[in-house]
């Protein structure tokens, strides 16, 4: 059965630091896809990245990178440069395609990302 | 473009009663899927939908739970009886099937508190 564990329950940084959120998942499949979501205050989860089993490139956008290494079945997520407006709850999500072509997404616990001045 | 909406965004009920959350997909998506969200038991996926028909509710708690899609632009999720651990933020998010796109985008939310 997936997994996914963010073994990190709560970060707290001052403004400014950068910080890296750990995924680490567990499936079978060789074909999935990997997404994190942010859970801001206001309680919505924003989509901010799908990644497929098949592209261990490492992505950039703006402060937030991605880095997929699947020897290690992780996909973690550095914010550079991190801002108050980062502070929400992180989401690691996992989807396999064995069981249709928009499966289930699994999602971790969660880490709860507290940025101060 | 809309993207998920849901209602109610509150609902405070007592136990015993019948509650009702609706949501509306973003238009042109053929999936749709709700969540459950609490503390203890983090987001839970309850049922999808393809094509207005369930796929997989195997996550549906018990009985008193269901779930309907009559068309391609509503889905009802019921819960009746209703009970104070029915508590929950009940997510609603819909995504589309097409070859490569498998984001699911989610609605706001319906916080469901039960007394």
């Known amino acids: 059965a997936q997994k996914v564990t963010q073994a990190q329950t709560e970060i707290s940084v001052v403004e400014k630091e950068d910080v890296t959120l750990d995924c680490v998942y567990e499936?079978?499949?060789?074909?999935?896809?990997l997404f994190w979501y942010k859970q801001p205050p206001s309680g919505e989860l924003v989509f901010l990245i799908r990644r497929n089993s098949f592209d261990e490139q490492n992505e950039i956008s703006g402060r937030y990178s991605w880095n997929f290494q699947k020897s290690t079945s992780s996909f973690n997520f550095t914010i550079t440069a991190s801002q108050v407006v980062d502070s929400a709850v992180y989401f690691c999500?996992?989807?396999?395609?064995?069981?249709?072509?928009?499966?289930?997404?699994?999602f971790g616990t969660g880490t709860r990302l507290q940025v101060t001045l | 473009d809309a993207g998920v909406i849901q209602s109610p965004r509150h609902e405070v009920t007592e136990m015993g009663q019948e509650v009702t959350l609706r949501c509306k997909p973003i238009?042109?998506?053929?999936?749709l899927f709700w969540y459950r969200q609490t503390m203890m038991r983090g987001l839970e996926l309850l049922i999808y939908f393809n094509n207005n028909v369930p796929i997989d509710d195997s996550g549906m708690p018990e009985d008193r739970f269901s779930a309907k899609m009559p068309n391609a632009s509503f889905s009802t999720l019921k819960i009746q009886p209703s009970e104070p651990r029915d508590s929950a933020v009940y997510f609603c998010?819909?995504?589309?099937?097409?070859?490569?796109?498998?984001?699911?985008?989610f609605g706001p939310g319906t916080r469901l508190t039960v007394t």
């Open positions: 999500a996992l989807s396999e395609t064995s069981t249709g072509t928009a499966s289930k997404l699994t």
């Open positions: 998010a819909s995504s589309s099937g097409l070859a490569v796109r498998y984001e699911q985008y």
């Open positions: 238009s042109g998506h053929d999936y």
């Open positions: 499936t079978r499949d060789t074909t999935y896809y």
